[in-house]
């Protein structure tokens, strides 16, 4: 998909940060990369779904598209930085994917 996105989220778990609920479909199991996608929006907008996160009822709100791939892809016509698992790493354009049994995770 092509667009002006504010932004874009994959995670492979329900939670991220402090017990923020960012997709609450994940499984961390399934072979697939939850993707939240917000497309261009204001400021104000964008800050009120976040207050939403904690629960899980941004998916709800019709700003926000969720998905489940494999793999993807994302590009930029300029460089902006990347936050990965709370670091700052690289600069598009990346590709996610997801590869099974690759970590073992005892409960």
Do not use: W
């Amino acid at each position: 998909m092509k667009d002006n996105f504010g932004f874009i989220m994959a995670c492979n778990t329900i939670h991220t940060g402090k017990g923020m609920k960012i997709a609450p479909f994940a499984k961390l199991d399934d072979g697939l990369i939850d993707l939240l996608v917000v497309r261009n929006v204001k400021r104000l907008k964008l800050l009120s779904l976040f207050t939403k996160i904690f629960n899980g009822d941004h998916i709800k709100d019709k700003k926000v598209e969720y998905f489940t791939t494999k793999q993807l892809s994302i590009k930029s016509e300029k460089e902006y930085p990347l936050n990965i698992d709370g670091d700052n790493k690289e600069t598009s354009p990346i590709t996610i994917q997801v590869l099974p049994g690759e970590i073992e995770i005892f409960n």
